[in-house]
């Protein structure tokens, strides 16, 4: 299990996150992440759509490669809308296509306290983004999850491992917390 408890840039009060990520061998992860916040903000409801600007959860994952730092980026609201980019840097994005979208299979669904989002980020989809690699139990990756929303009336940002920026920038690989693939979840 994992804690989104990193407040950042002023942020004073955030929705309590948290989640679990699994690794199955040949198919890929698992991620489910739970948001203890009513009524969350949820205007967008396709993919690709800002869902940032909605109240948001996130998770960034770096797969070591020989040839570049393509991370990706897979950011969902309360509607199961999921935007879904990959890329070196911040401004180099590439938006992943609907079949890819699909493949991810992003749910979620909301409860009178709380709501939950659940996808799958499987192998084959990795593997037409990032260089050719073994990922097995043994394997070591970097990843952070957030919490957001950039809409000035419920604006916060909260992270896994903390970012150590004065402005807001989820998209920073060089503060992903490293994590090595076991049998457990984390």
Request: proline share 6%.
């Amino acid at each position: 299990m994992f804690f989104v408890d990193q407040l950042l840039w002023g942020t004073k009060e955030c929705p309590k996150t948290y989640g679990h990520i699994r690794f199955v061998p040949e198919e890929g992860f698992y991620l489910k992440m739970i948001c203890e916040e009513q009524n969350p903000r949820s205007v967008y409801k396709n993919n690709l759509d800002p869902v940032y600007k909605d109240s948001a959860m996130e998770a960034f994952f770096l797969f070591p490669q020989k040839h570049s730092r393509i991370y990706i980026n897979l950011e969902f609201n309360s509607n199961g809308a999921l935007l879904a980019q990959y890329g070196e840097n911040r401004s180099d994005r590439q938006s992943f296509t609907e079949e890819m979208c699909k493949k991810i299979d992003c749910r979620a669904q909301k409860g009178e306290k709380c709501w939950i989002a659940e996808l799958k980020l499987p192998l084959d989809v990795i593997e037409e983004i990032c260089d050719p690699l073994p990922i097995q139990v043994g394997s070591r990756f970097y990843c952070n999850f957030y919490k957001i929303s950039e809409t000035k009336e419920i604006e916060h940002y909260a992270a896994y491992s903390p970012i150590k920026t004065e402005k807001p920038d989820f998209h920073r690989p060089e503060y992903f917390a490293e994590v090595v693939i076991g049998l457990q979840e984390l």
